[in-house]
């Protein structure tokens, strides 16, 4: 199979049948055999009639239902678990993306050799003060801390080789970040695309505010797992011992000036801040052992409740 196209959606009745028939008809004019897989994210209008009865009509059409509203990662997860095409594809579900670009995709994927190639909407017809203005701020922040040179890191038309989508893990809201978590996981090729951005014609953006104070603590979350995940005592018992060590100095200044009659320990502020590092130094240390023991081995961390299938 050439191309498997994952779909997150959340209430998107009105907008699945034109997207499909959009889809159906770029892939049978360029000969592209394909899978889309549209993942109900707990709709709570008919988004799933739709699915099935888009699956009654072709069976390149499969569908997971979630019994609730998990967010855009879990279903992207899901998605990726499902895929079985040498290229995947992910677009948001609102007509907003354009399925036009997904061959053009798939060739830099197959004939330039990228690992991950991330679209661009250099023009967008989003609010500037809602969404623009925050964007451009988020997207430098994102390439200072990761390195990676894209212009979009939270474009949702994105396309993967296969084996990228098949070795990470999208999680929580970390959706934002997949460029950062494939060069993570050793996936360093990784391109971008200008591509168009339409105006939504169907239904409200899902999206509010508190993404982009969400975005950054995942964005904190990642590059620390990125460097310290699997070793958490790197980070923590550094920085513990370094506490200990200058609170242990401290006291031993402070305790050889007592010894000569300078300073009275209860009266000295020197004194307290001295055993608070050195208090502070071991829960740092003990943190980080407790992180090694458990480092990320939560069993239940990507099980989502399904409700349906159509595979």
Known sequence: MDISIVVPLFNEDESLPHLAEWIDRVMN????????????????????????????????????????????????????????GDVVITMDA?????????????????????????????????????????????????????????????????AYKRDVVKSIEVYGEMHRYIPVIAKWAGFSKIGEKVVQHRKREFGVTKFGLNRFVNGYLDLMSIMFMSKFGKQPMHFFGLVGSVSFL???????VVCVLRLIGRIALTNSVWFYLSMLFVILGAMLFLAGFLGELICRNSSTRNNYLIEKELM
């Open 246 to 252: 200058m609170g242990f100095i401290a006291l031993v």
């Open 94 to 158: 609102d007509l907003q993306d354009s399925p036009d670009e997904v061959p053009e995709l798939y060739r830099m994927i197959k004939e330039e050799g990228y690992d991950l190639v991330s679209g661009w909407k250099k023009k967008r017809y989003d609010s500037k003060l809602a969404k623009n203005i925050p964007s451009k701020f988020f997207n430098w922040t994102t390439r200072k801390m990761s390195g990676i040179k894209l212009h979009d890191f939270n474009c949702g038309l994105k």
């Open 29 to 84: 004019e360029h000969g592209l055999s394909y899978e889309v897989i549209m993942v109900d994210d707990g709709s709570k209008d008919n988004s799933w009639q739709v699915i099935e009865d888009l699956r009654a009509k072709n069976p390149c059409y499969k569908g997971v239902k979630f019994r609730r509203n998990y967010g855009k990662s879990a279903a992207l997860n899901v998605g990726f678990g499902h895929a079985q």
